[in-house]
């Protein structure tokens, strides 16, 4: 069936430092692909998506690229801030965007 | 952009009774909404998809007696956690899907959190 692993976090960085989230999935078709982020005590937002093979996503200073050919969408961002401490959810939605699967989710906390 | 609303937004209940949580989309119409339970520090778990003017469709595991849906409108679906317990405390999201030709894109609500005493 259709899956996504992530990255067990937590993930702590120090301010400016480089982010990597590493995200792999399983699954039949072709899949969109999304990255969420969740600030504490709120819901889901999404961050980016991507919706075939090579697109790049992009939002907020966060990139990720959709890799068929390694069944990736790792996460990106070349200098992170304190405000970017969150949980994100790497995700697939089947082919129509009907359902969403998502991964376990990656803590990160960035330090000042 | 599309918003999803939720109410209550937080609720505290005894335990034994039931409760209600709306999922409203405001600015869109969705003949599918979905319900997911997130448990602290946990991912989101999809308990049900919910379809407008039919029964909902409910993952494996998860008791269709204990968490009713109802998907009244367009606009509109209800989830109600009945006799609720401690264990049923948990952070409750749900989701609708705007339809745009051929393609849907998801929107999240900010959810419920249910504490059950």
């Known amino acids: ?112 | 952009g599309a918003v999803v609303s939720q109410h209550p937004s937080w609720v505290i209940c005894k335990s034994g009774t039931s409760v209600k949580i709306e999922c409203r989309s405001l600015d869109f119409q969705a003949t599918t909404m979905f319900w997911y339970r997130q448990f602290p520090k946990q991912s989101l778990m999809l308990m049900a998809t919910s379809n407008e003017g039919s029964k909902a469709t409910y993952e494996q595991g998860v008791e269709k007696d204990k968490f009713l849906i109802n998907h009244a409108s367009l606009t509109l679906s209800t989830l109600t956690v009945t006799s609720a317990h401690p264990e049923d405390s948990s952070f409750y999201i749900c989701s609708a899907n705007r339809e745009a030709g051929s393609f849907r894109t998801q929107y999240f609500g900010p959810g419920t959190r249910l504490l059950v005493l």
Request: contains cysteine; charged residues 20%.
């Open chain 1, 1 to 112: 069936g259709n899956s996504v692993t992530q990255m067990e976090g937590p993930v702590t960085l120090s301010e400016e430092a480089f982010l990597t989230i590493n995200c792999t999935y399983t699954a039949t078709g072709y899949p969109s692909l999304f990255w969420y982020v969740q600030y504490p005590g709120e819901g889901l937002q999404l961050l980016l998506k991507a919706t075939k093979a090579d697109d790049k996503g992009s939002n907020k200073g966060f990139e990720a690229t959709y890799r068929k050919e390694t069944t990736s969408f790792h996460l990106e961002k070349g200098s992170v801030q304190v405000s970017d401490s969150a949980v994100y959810f790497c995700a697939l939605s089947t082919t129509g965007g009907f359902k969403t699967i998502f991964g376990a989710g990656t803590r990160l906390f960035v330090k000042a």
